[in-house]
T-cell receptor, first 110, second 117 residues
Framework: TQLLEQSPQFLSIQEGENLTVYCNSSSVFSSLQWYRQEPGEGPVLLVTVVTGGEVKKLKRLTFQFGDARKDSSLHITAAQPGDTGLYLCAGAGRGFKTIFGAGTRLFVKA | NAGVMQNPRHLVRRRGQEARLRCSPMKGHSHVYWYRQLPEEGLKFMVYLQKENIIDESGMPKERFSAEFPKEGPSILRIQQVVRGDSAAYFC???????????????FGPGTRLTVL
């Protein structure tokens, strides 16, 4: 069974701090995606990483795909209250499934 | 461009009733996914459809749940004889066609929150 485990489950930090959230699996994924979901809304795609070792930057967000394509991380620099939300990683599963992790709920205090 | 639309946004049903959830994909998208999300959890894949064809329903419960995407009109997720455990947020996402094992960009709707009393 393909699973994606995210850590930490919950993170509460002060504005301006840096943070990293992780997405790990024992399975190899052809690609991983990161989504952000706000309360009462659907997830919004942030990035797709495809190549092992790949690093992508999106403003203050840095995404990395592990060399073995089994894990990924999301690093946020100088977090802001607007970064508050649920961060989900997802990977292409067997067939046409998309496997989602349980998410990291981030709260950034002003 | 209109995004993915889902209705209703909130649905309350009593045990034993039927729930019908509708999803209109983005313009130009011919494929939709349905997911279920329980509180404090990630999304669980249910089914992947194209118009008039179910491509992958491996995440769909075998009983009481069905999905369709007719040639005309929205995709429908139907839950018969609902039970309390069906209470969840149900999300639809639309995308261009995807190859098996491949990746696509999915655009999610705002979800339907189903509450079973």
């Amino acid at each position: 069974t393909q699973l994606l485990e995210q850590s930490p489950q919950f993170l509460s930090i002060q504005e301006g701090e840096n943070l990293t959230v992780y997405c790990n699996s024992s399975s190899v994924f052809s690609s991983l995606q990161w989504y952000r979901q706000e309360p009462g809304e659907g997830p919004v795609l942030l990035v797709t990483v495809v190549t092992g070792g790949e690093v992508k930057k999106l403003k203050r967000l840095t995404f990395q795909f592990g060399d073995a394509r089994k894990d990924s991380s999301l690093h946020i620099t100088a977090a802001q209250p607007g970064d508050t939300g649920l961060y989900l990683c997802a990977g292409a599963g067997r067939g046409f499934k998309t496997i989602f992790g349980a998410g990291t709920r981030l709260f950034v205090k002003a | 461009n209109a995004g993915v639309m889902q209705n209703p946004r909130h649905l309350v049903r009593r045990r034993g009733q039927e729930a019908r959830l509708r999803c209109s994909p983005m313009k130009g998208h011919s494929h939709v996914y349905w997911y279920r999300q329980l509180p404090e959890e990630g999304l669980k894949f249910m089914v992947y459809l194209q118009k008039e064809n179910i491509i992958d329903e491996s995440g769909m419960p075998k009983e009481r749940f069905s999905a369709e995407f007719p040639k005309e009109g929205p995709s429908i997720l139907r839950i018969q004889q609902v039970v309390r455990g069906d209470s969840a947020a149900y999300f639809c996402a639309s995308s261009p066609p995807r190859r098996e094992g491949g990746t696509d960009t999915q655009y999610f709707g705002p979800g339907t929150r189903l509450t079973v009393l």
